[in-house]
């Protein structure tokens, strides 16, 4: 499995912007799908964004046009940018390794609460 490192989390006021980061310890960081997931208290996790080896994207309704997801596979890292923030966007946000049959990681998480 891969470990994972998430940062970037913090408290914002609504309106703000953070960036997540998260920081993968494989070789092969560029052949994996990367995703960003988050849990609220009391909710499943849910999906927020998604980008696969091509670097093409996926986004969950409630985030698009607000969050970007990208990926440097040099510094084997992901990105998650999150503009306009809501503060039902305050969640616990987890960094997501995926490769069919092979690798399924998560991060501990980082901590994003959205108040003013």
């Known amino acids: 499995q891969v470990q994972l490192v998430e940062s970037g989390g913090g408290l914002v006021q609504p309106g703000g912007s953070l960036r997540l980061s998260c920081a993968a310890s494989?070789?092969?960081?560029?052949?994996?799908?990367m995703g960003w997931y988050r849990q609220a208290p009391g909710k499943q996790r849910e999906l927020v964004a998604r980008i696969y080896r091509d670097s093409s994207t996926t986004y969950a309704d409630f985030v698009k046009g607000r969050f970007t997801i990208s990926r440097d596979n040099g510094k084997k890292t992901v990105y998650l940018q999150m503009n306009s923030l809501k503060p039902e966007d305050t969640a616990v946000y987890y960094c997501n390794a995926f490769l069919v049959l092979a690798v399924n990681s998560w991060g501990k998480g980082t901590q994003v609460t959205v108040s003013s």
């Open positions: 494989t070789s092969v960081f560029s052949t994996y799908v």
